[in-house]
């Protein structure tokens, strides 16, 4: 690579069958980035060795095996059910190096099925610096990668419950970022392929992996950003209200859900329960309600 040569990113998938990335490369943008496949079953696509398994197992052994993605700056590891297009790909890396992002991710599509609500697009702001990128579709910095690879084989069956939290904790919740108008759509129900004993398996041991690195679920936006790059910090008063604003659209379908991101809002590190954020509800409700 030269040194007029926009460095490109890598895409490395954990895929199956119904893999939705063929439709990721059509347009020119795909150009801008590399794609490399890790099966998990026959017929995934390529000539790909086929890794049994879960998803960071498999990713595991991949980039033990696999040295290529070093010579990358950015390198993402998206689930194979999401719907996106080449450009948003290409703009994901570039937003990447724009940031220095440590671990970022495109936030989830309005019409998407999800786990925490903080993943999902925020109408209010172009990307947020937050305390938590999900491992549905990290984007490591390559440094970063390298530092927490190890923790890919830590999670019960390599399904990766726990270690979002687990990055965001080593990294001291410092360069992490959603980008929300990067959106991509994810297409399945969250925990479409566990049974119910898997389910309450991946839990408990989420819980095991936190108490056993002294982790707490710490889920904050700390700063939001518009458009041409202004910042606003989470301290202010009004940032809440705008926070809030921007999932207006969530809001009105799940009035449960304004107490819980108050709250998660005013943690600080800690889990926080405290009987003044209903007071808060009561009084930021209505002026939430009033669309400007």
Not at 133 to 157: G, I, K, N
Not at 175 to 183: M, T
Not at 247 to 258: H, K, P, T, V
């Amino acid at each position: 690579m030269t040194d007029t040569q926009q460095p490109r990113g890598l895409v490395i998938l954990r895929c199956g069958r119904q893999s939705l990335h063929p439709a990721w490369r059509v347009g020119a943008a795909a150009a801008d980035w590399d794609l490399q496949l890790c099966p998990y079953e026959a017929g995934a696509g390529d000539d790909a060795a086929v890794r049994p398994g879960q998803k960071w197992d498999g990713l595991h052994a991949q980039l033990l095996t696999d040295q290529s993605w070093r010579r990358y700056d950015y390198i993402w590891l998206p689930d194979d059910d999401l719907a996106t297009t080449a450009e948003t790909v290409a703009a994901l890396f570039a937003w990447c190096r724009r940031f220095d992002a440590a671990i970022a991710a495109p936030a989830l599509s309005e019409d998407s099925p999800w786990s925490l609500a903080m993943t999902l697009r925020n109408h209010s702001f172009s990307a947020r610096a937050t305390t938590y990128v999900e491992v549905m579709a990290p984007c490591f910095r390559r440094d970063v990668l390298e530092q927490l690879l190890p923790t890919f084989t830590l999670s019960l069956h390599g399904a990766g419950w726990g270690l979002d939290m687990l990055w965001a904790h080593r990294l001291a919740y410092r360069g992490l970022y959603i980008f929300d108008d990067l959106p991509v759509q994810h297409t399945r129900p969250v925990g479409a392929q566990r049974d119910a004993q898997m389910a309450q398996d991946l839990n408990r041991s989420l819980w095991r992996l936190l108490a056993r690195h002294r982790v707490r679920p710490y889920l904050r936006t700390l700063r939001g950003y518009d458009a041409n790059g202004v910042v606003q910090e989470a301290n202010p008063g009004s940032f809440l209200l705008r926070y809030l604003q921007g999932y207006d659209y969530l809001i009105q379908q799940r009035a449960w859900l304004l107490p819980r991101l108050v709250n998660d809002q005013i943690a600080r590190r800690r889990l926080v329960r405290r009987p003044w954020s209903r007071l808060l509800q009561n009084l930021h409700w209505p002026r939430l309600r009033r669309r400007p």
